[in-house]
């Protein structure tokens, strides 16, 4: 069923509160002014100024860091429980202009889509080379693990149908959640589209940490594996769905 403009929200996780963070949030009211904005505020030690968020508004601030993907998560719910039928997640950094928030909702609503994802890989120039070779190989793995091409496996910037994410069943909460569901995505047959986006990298630091995050990639597609061996997917519908803890 096709989703129209007032039943999409915006969800951004955010884990460190600053001007940028608020810059962002302007930019986002500046696109779509009477859309409701959900921000999980993932531990940081800087207190939310709600009058500089706008109206409408949801503000969730957790005690401690839990990572990207718990943040995500318990944006979703709360969009969920609020009625809402689509979102659109933004990463707080800056590298998603919110000027493009219609062509996900234009692309949504053309292709019927369950999930639209940003595709940063089409014009790498500005790309960090260590990011860059992340991003492709991620990519590239996925694709060849659910026999579909996956452009863009690892970008943020994606317009969600809302009905749809209680089939997965996520247990990965940092940056390993959102590989995770675009495969269950796959596998339980939901449609994808993909729009280009441009790569911007405005910061030089970044909360990916190397080691850790890919060994934690890797352990999730070895989980997603044996679940598709185990005929978790048969039929398109994930047995024993609704273990995520942010739920």
């Known amino acids: 069923m096709p989703v ?16 940028a963070f608020y810059k ?4 986002v009211r500046q ?3 009477t859309w409701m904005v959900c921000v999980v505020v993932d531990g940081s030690e800087a207190r939310m100024d709600g009058s500089r968020m706008g109206t409408p508004s949801i503000v969730i601030e957790l005690e401690q860091n839990e990572g990207k993907g718990y943040a995500l998560q318990t944006g979703y719910k709360r969009l969920y ?8 997640t933004l990463d707080a950094d ?15 609503l053309e292709t019927n889509a369950d999930l639209v994802i940003g595709n940063r890989l089409g014009k790498l120039s500005g790309m960090p080379l260590d990011r860059r070779f992340s991003n492709i190989t991620s990519s590239y793995l996925l694709s060849l693990i659910c026999g579909k091409r996956l452009a863009d496996a690892q970008c943020g910037y994606r317009w969600m149908r809302l009905s749809r994410w ?7 909460y940092r940056f390993d959640f959102e590989p995770q569901l675009l495969l269950q995505a796959v596998w339980l047959k939901w449609r994808l589209a993909f729009i ?13 940490r190397r080691v850790p995050d890919t060994l934690r990639f890797v352990r999730m597609v070895g989980k997603e594996i044996l679940r598709k061996l185990s005929g ?7 047995e024993d769905a609704g273990s995520s803890a942010a739920r």
Do not use: M
């Open 232 to 238: 978790k997917y048969r039929a398109g519908f994930l």
């Open 31 to 33: 696109v779509v002014p």
């Open 24 to 27: 962002l949030v302007d930019e």
């Open 4 to 19: 129209s403009l007032h039943d999409t929200a915006i969800l951004i996780p955010v884990r460190e509160i600053d001007e």
């Open 196 to 208: 280009p986006i441009p790569v911007l990298y405005l910061h030089s630091g970044s909360s990916v």
């Open 81 to 88: 429980e609020a009625g809402y039928e689509a979102v659109i």
């Open 166 to 172: 209680w089939e997965i069943q996520a247990d990965c």
């Open 94 to 108: 800056g590298q998603h202009p919110p000027a493009l928030i219609p062509e996900f909702l234009e692309a949504a």
